[in-house]
């Protein structure tokens, strides 16, 4: 099992992430596959999107306080394989510490493979829920409150409100 | 999770486009609004029925600040001026809110214009309603369509935004050759990665995927 969400505690707030990891569709999909997390938050972003930075640090929250409670939150950036050290820069300014992934050429196929109905605007917004169906999901940027309260739907639907951080 | 890669199947039905409550277009589908006039950087008033080619027209949403759109714009500029000199109709619309980022302003567009060399009208869908006609969402997206004003190619331009000799599907250009050959375009939908059109607020967002 993948914790993509396990604790590193805030000792390691301020240590640099070096966890970016170039991923393609065939990883992607066996990491998803593998989640025995009961939800799993799958957003898509990069560093080229104003709106998606605008709302990032919504995403560190949300990593950060869904942490331990049952969800995986997954944060993959279309940025070129090319941009790491970019987005890894981008990541340690914001003092991210949980691992995020860049995806090798998004492109039809990895748009497909994630949803017939994404048109590969960013930014995008995947809810699954235990069984791995995508329950809900949007294109463009929410408020905080928004995704969290999916989040929340999903982990009281699963574990029927014993899981409410 | 291993039912989670089956879902997109049986979800296809249920897409509604963002902020249009109208499905977009479906490969066969008429050229919508096309006798919407758009301000031209030549400050003529254009629509696409005036810039319609007699082989067929092609129409690419774009904007200026998108990271993807710059990726593409050499592809997009090459393909787009090989079009004119072929008696292919090229129209660029730009349907975003200057109001959310100001490189999106008439300026700021006949500049990119200029800069790039572009030999066919880019022009400003100044309400996002030719946008939400076409069911767009993203820059850059485009839709081709036949000498009869059918569509019969949309979505990206290749299979790598980042490093063209990496592309390994040229989807727009195989299409047009198509088109021009007189044959079937084998891929005639994809998806790719863009940035989301910046729609004016009537109607948008929610931009949900599944409702």
């Known amino acids: 099992?993948?914790?993509?969400?396990?604790?590193?505690?805030?000792?390691d707030r301020e240590t640099a992430v070096k966890l970016v990891k170039v991923i393609d569709i065939h990883e992607l999909k066996n990491l998803i596959s593998t989640?025995?997390?009961?939800?799993?938050?799958?957003?898509?972003?990069?560093?080229?999107?104003?709106?998606?930075?605008?709302?990032?640090?919504s995403m560190?929250?949300?990593?950060?306080?869904?942490?331990?409670?049952?969800?995986?939150?997954?944060?993959?950036?279309?940025?070129?394989?090319?941009n790491v050290v970019a987005v890894n820069d981008y990541l340690v300014k914001h003092q991210m510490r949980h691992p995020c992934y860049v995806a090798d050429n998004l492109n039809d196929t990895f748009i497909t493979a994630i949803s017939q109905n994404w048109s590969g605007a960013l930014p995008a917004?995947?809810?699954?829920?235990?069984?791995?169906?995508?329950?809900?999901?949007?294109?463009?940027?929410?408020?905080?409150e928004a995704y969290d309260q999916v989040i929340r739907n999903l982990v009281n639907g699963d574990k029927k409100g014993n899981m409410k951080p | 999770?291993?039912?989670?890669?089956?879902?997109?199947?049986?979800?296809?039905?249920?897409?509604?486009?963002?902020?249009?409550?109208?499905?977009?277009l479906r490969i066969g589908d008429p050229i919508p609004v096309k006798d919407v006039k758009m301000k031209n950087i030549?400050?003529?008033?254009?629509?696409?029925?005036?810039?319609?080619?007699?082989?067929?027209?092609?129409?690419?949403?774009?904007?200026?600040?998108?990271?993807?759109?710059?990726?593409?714009?050499?592809?997009?500029?090459?393909?787009?001026n090989n079009c004119v000199g072929r008696r292919i109709g090229v129209i660029m619309i730009n349907s975003s809110d200057p109001a959310a980022d100001l490189e999106e302003d008439f300026?700021?567009?006949?500049n990119q214009a200029d800069a790039q060399g572009y030999m066919f009208p880019y022009v400003v869908d100044e309400t996002s309603d030719v946008a939400r006609a076409f069911g767009a969402r993203r820059t850059p997206e485009a839709f081709l369509f036949d000498a009869k004003g059918l569509l019969i190619y949309h979505g990206g331009i290749d299979?790598?935004?980042?490093?063209?000799?990496?592309?390994?599907?040229?989807?727009?250009?195989?299409?047009?050759d198509a088109l021009l050959e007189g044959h079937e375009v084998k891929i005639k939908e994809t998806k790719s990665q863009g940035c989301g059109i910046l729609f004016r607020s009537k109607d948008a967002p929610p931009d949900e995927i599944y409702r």
């Open chain 2, 159 to 176: 299979d790598n935004a980042f490093d063209a000799d990496e592309a390994t599907k040229n989807y727009l250009k195989d299409a047009i």
């Open chain 2, 107 to 110: 300026p700021h567009i006949k």
């Open chain 1, 35 to 57: 989640q025995t997390n009961d939800v799993v938050f799958l957003h898509f972003w990069s560093t080229y999107c104003p709106p998606c930075m605008d709302e990032f640090p």
């Open chain 2, 42 to 80: 030549d400050g003529r008033e254009l629509s696409i029925g005036e810039v319609a080619g007699d082989r067929g027209t092609l129409v690419i949403f774009s904007c200026n600040h998108c990271p993807f759109v710059k990726a593409w714009q050499g592809r997009i500029v090459s393909i787009g």
């Open chain 1, 60 to 82: 560190i929250t949300l990593a950060d306080k869904w942490e331990g409670h049952g969800v995986t939150v997954l944060l993959v950036s279309a940025d070129s394989r090319r």
């Open chain 1, 125 to 144: 917004s995947f809810f699954l829920d235990s069984h791995g169906t995508i329950v809900e999901s949007w294109e463009g940027t929410r408020s905080y």
């Open chain 2, 1 to 24: 999770m291993k039912s989670f890669w089956l879902l997109p199947l049986v979800c296809v039905l249920m897409t509604i486009l963002p902020g249009s409550g109208i499905a977009g």
């Open chain 1, 1 to 11: 099992m993948l914790m993509l969400v396990a604790g590193c505690g805030n000792r």
